[in-house]
């Protein structure tokens, strides 16, 4: 009996919102994190303008590729917008993922692909600021991330940040990804610098939390139990994130928070399941969540 053809991004996302309309944009940079993931500027061409809110993602369109694979923005809004002296652009984050047609093609070697002319669409309901949440109630907000889940929350807390001094809510992030071992260097881990930086510089309150797993039989590495930043120190704990954890970042109030999830789905399932259901019973408007695949 044939195997049934796996769900591609088109198809997991048929009844999300996307725009009706096409942008060109221009490959202009890219970015090797380490060797499973890069970071990609696309460059919007003078005179063309791409709105987005902060979580959603672009369907992109590569050349020779018939699908559109399905690809989160990781920069705020903001960045859309030029400069006198730098065009608007979209930044993503995409991991080596080599059952992606169009994620295989923007791995392929940067001197074949830089300069391209791509075609994107935005979509998404994974979006800051929440729908249903008034926000002069808040008084903190909570990012969970495991793994590449970290794209969408990377874009809310950047967007965050340059409104700092308008937030009168705490920022808690709690970030979980594979333990690379070694000295652990920062340039290594994806976004770790960009949100240490943030909290460091206090354009936003509250803290990042880092929790880094090792498979099973690992070496630990022999660095120290931080990550060394460039303007600061991040400790981490050896371990996944738990419920507890998220629990701990909520506070008592937790009729004043709201809650972003992005992992896979079985993480994903199961802090939403505690956090409307078992644990704190928060309304289900102020947990927001969207599954990485």
């Known amino acids: 009996m044939a195997q049934a053809a796996k769900e591609g991004h088109l ?7 996307r725009d009706s309309l096409l942008h060109k944009v221009v490959l202009k940079r890219i970015y090797e994190i ?37 690809f ?11 400069t006198d002296s730098a065009a608007g652009y979209l930044e993503l984050a995409i991991k080596r993922s080599p059952d992606n047609p169009a994620a295989v093609w ?41 793994g590449m889940g970290i794209n969408p929350l990377v874009s809310m807390i950047s967007h965050l940040a340059e409104r700092g001094c308008e937030a009168e809510f705490e920022v808690e992030v709690l970030y979980s990804f594979k333990d690379p071992g070694g000295e652990r260097e920062a340039d290594g881990m994806l976004f770790v610098e960009r949100m240490a930086s943030i909290f460091a510089r206090e354009k936003l309150r509250g803290e990042l939390k880092l929790f880094l797993t090792r498979t099973e039989g690992a070496e630990a590495g022999d660095g120290p139990a931080y990550v060394a930043c460039n303007e600061v120190e991040v400790p981490f704990q050896s371990r996944r994130i738990t419920p507890d954890d998220i629990a701990a970042a909520l506070g008592q109030d937790v009729s004043a928070a709201v ?25 289900p408007a102020r947990v927001l969540f969207e599954k990485w695949w």
């Not at 198809?11 to 919102?17: D, G, L, Q, S, Y």
């Not at 809650?259 to 309304?283: H, N, R, W």
């Open 11 to 17: 198809e997991r996302t048929a009844h999300e919102p």
């Open 34 to 70: 380490n060797d499973n993931v890069r970071i990609y500027r696309l460059e919007i061409p003078t005179g063309n303008k791409i709105e987005f809110l902060p979580g959603q993602w672009l369907d992109v369109f590569v050349p020779d590729v018939p699908k559109a694979g399905g």
């Open 72 to 82: 989160t923005i990781t920069s705020p809004p903001s960045k859309a917008t030029p």
């Open 106 to 146: 923007l791995w392929r070697p940067e001197s074949e692909i830089l300069n391209s002319e791509l075609n994107v669409r935005v979509g998404g309901s994974f979006v800051w600021p929440p729908r249903d949440v008034d926000l002069s109630t808040l008084r903190k907000a909570v990012f969970v991330a495991g």
């Open 259 to 283: 809650v972003y999830i992005c992992g896979v789905p079985s993480m994903t399932d199961q802090f939403v399941e505690y956090l409307t259901k078992d644990g704190p019973a928060i309304a």
